[in-house]
Nanobody
């Protein structure tokens, strides 16, 4: 079982920045790692994902493209989510997620909520609150 421990997040005014980090207990091999978020009363949705092998391909949901950046630091067994130009609608609980190999949701992160019949990530972080005030 791979364990994920999150840090970062908090409260910021609209237009500000926050950074989330997620330490992965086993970073070896080729894995899909991603960030999801869930606002009160809404489904958990995909935000960004990265495939840790090769060139480290990344994918984003349209709502965060150009504002959020997902990255990996293999020396620290960590993935990060840099969030810039934050908006009130970004307010949610954010979760990092892991699955070994080329998980289906890696490249389909933007459509995650549509695939209700598919199994989600193998492991989840504990969640981190992000609150953006207007």
């Amino acid at each position: 079982q791979v364990e994920l421990v999150q840090s970062g997040g908090g409260s910021v005014q609209a237009g500000g920045s926050l950074r989330l980090s997620c330490v992965v207990s086993n970073f070896a091999g080729s894995n899909c790692l991603g960030w999801f978020r869930q606002a009160p009363g809404k489904k958990r949705e995909g935000v960004a994902s990265i495939y840790t092998s090769g060139g480290g391909a990344t994918w984003y949901v349209d709502a965060v493209k150009g504002r959020f950046t997902i990255s990996q630091d293999r020396d620290k067994n960590t993935i990060n989510l840099q969030m810039d130009r934050l908006k009130p609608e970004d307010t949610a609980m954010y979760y990092c997620a892991y699955e070994r190999g080329p998980a289906w949701w890696c490249s389909a992160i933007a459509r995650y909520t549509e695939y209700t019949d598919r199994r989600g990530p193998d492991s989840w972080g504990q969640g981190t609150q992000v609150t953006v005030s207007s």
